[in-house]
């Protein structure tokens, strides 16, 4: 029985139906992966999905990767923009993979929007977005590292309804399974995005029937004025002034580059500003980034400095702004090419990250491997004689922090809560074999506290006629130490050739032909290192030698200790260890 709006409403009560907001936004999630057609997306968990209000403010969401928070609003608000309130109607659901606006990032990240209806009135939305196997384009897997214009990265979504009043669009199903190369896997995810839009939907409808709507519509304002107070509280706490750091992005994947990057931050009692004025323009291959996909990347970190523990709502980023020139490699404009995205909105947040690392290393550590580190393989199985195709991100090492080393063996901080696909499950789908799965040992990182190692992954091609298309950045520039501590190593892949030949190492390739037995090796990489690393103690760097993350020769010239190869036994320090501790 719902409770009577002429009756006073209860905090306790406002905080129940808050928390169930929350747990919708989980069931939705779940009601994807476990309905969903591909390993993108069951495995990987590469999508997210949840409600927001009336006005597109978001309330809740079930996240996979991290660099959707934010896209959800943006798609809504962009539903709103183009039909208008009034324009919407019960049984509608709306599809959207615009990349300049509307929430999008690239085209394989299909939108859909449902508009919640209660006795007629528009109460709510119901948003996802997920990674689709293949939206068409002029590559299997659809994102590639050398398109030049988004045309040439598959179907457009403007911001059509897909269901009207009900109704099935059945000539758009025809075109989106006439236009891609796998159409049972991304018609099979389009239908698992709708289940749980309608998940959200029938659960967010029996919390109006049980509390009431106006119950229900005080403890969205709860919601979200809750969120900004837990934002305030934290942003008081920061120190205050304006924060800069400059990178460099490695090339676009068509021969262009370095491309200089830069951000200016500025914290006061009232607003954390992110100023991404005078970064590069938008160039010609697919790294550009639009406006909306930068902002999920700012509200990453922002909420990773404030309150990483925070349930995500729209209220927590009132206090944030973020800036950026219009055409400019953060926030491109038609028809640049996208495809590759990530690997500039990564640096949005990375930059800012390593603006603020040095006044606030409690919270923040070195650099990381910062890209998703993403890999298409495709071919023919071998036993089923049927295409298959690999779409994966990789996972590498996070940088070393005050009091602690880095993480190995991470996804990157776009990625998030997201995974590999198994091993089994590789070698069962696809006309593959792992070869190696395994931590790279690489020494770099150096630091009293020591950067994460990075990843070597092997894929050997067990048919003729495969390719490969990946694209690592932070190829050349590397993951930045800090305090003292040293950068990190490079992201590569190479090529062994079954007669031995070896080609690369590579940052980034389109369409690398493999034969049988080639095989594809993908190395990610080891993250920055914190403090000194002549006052790692001895003992850990014998640990790490045991371990074999460092070699004897590393201990002596980046630790500046003395390791006997038979016993592993301290043998002493080198003089210029020895004259810093003098010192």
Known sequence: MSQSINQPIDAFTLDIVKDSLIAIGEEMFYALARTSMSPIIYEVLDYASGLTDVNGQLLTQGNGATGFIGLLTFMVKETINKYGKDGL???????????????????????????????????????????????????????????????QEGLQFPCIKIFEEGKLNQALVDLIAANVRFPDLSLGDMWAQIAALRTGEKRFIELCDKYGKDVVMASIDRLLEHGEQMTRKQLAQLPKGTFEAVDYIDDDGVGNGPLKVQVKVTITDEKFICDF??????????????????????????????????DVNDGIFRPLEVIADRGSIFACERPAAVSTYWETMIYGADLIWKALAPVLPHRLTAGHLLSVCAVIVS????????????????????????????????????????????VEVAETRYGIMVDEYS?????????????GSGCIRTYRALTDNQFVTATFGRHKYLPWGFNGGKDGSENSFSIIKANGEIDGPFGKYARYPLNKNDVVRLVTATGGGYGDPFKRPAEKVVMDVKNEFITLEQARNDYGVIINPETLAVEGFTEERLQKERN
């Not at 615009?98 to 859909?112: E, F, I, Q, R, T």
Request: proline fraction near 8%.
């Open 379 to 422: 071919g023919m199985h071998p036993d089923t004689n049927e295409p298959f195709l690999i779409v994966e991100p990789s996972v590498g090492g996070w940088g070393a922090g005050q009091g602690k080393d880095g993480e190995p063996g991470q996804f990157c901080i776009g990625d998030g809560e997201t995974f590999n696909v198994p």
């Open 439 to 451: 931590f790279r040992a690489d020494g770099a990182g150096a630091g009293e506290f020591r950067g």
């Open 277 to 310: 004025r005078g970064s590069h323009p938008q160039v010609l291959g697919p790294v550009n980034c639009s406006y909306a996909a930068l902002v999920s990347a700012v509200r990453i970190i922002f909420m990773a400095i404030t309150n990483p523990s925070q």
């Open 89 to 151: 109607k019960p049984g509608d659901i709306i599809i959207i993979n615009d990349p300049y606006v509307g929430g999008g990032s690239h085209l394989s990240d299909v939108g859909l929007v449902l508009p919640i209806f209660y006795n007629g009135e528009l109460v709510a939305f119901s948003a996802n977005k997920a990674h689709w196997t293949e939206v068409g384009g002029k590559d299997p897997g659809s994102w590639t590292t050398d398109s030049t214009e988004i045309f």
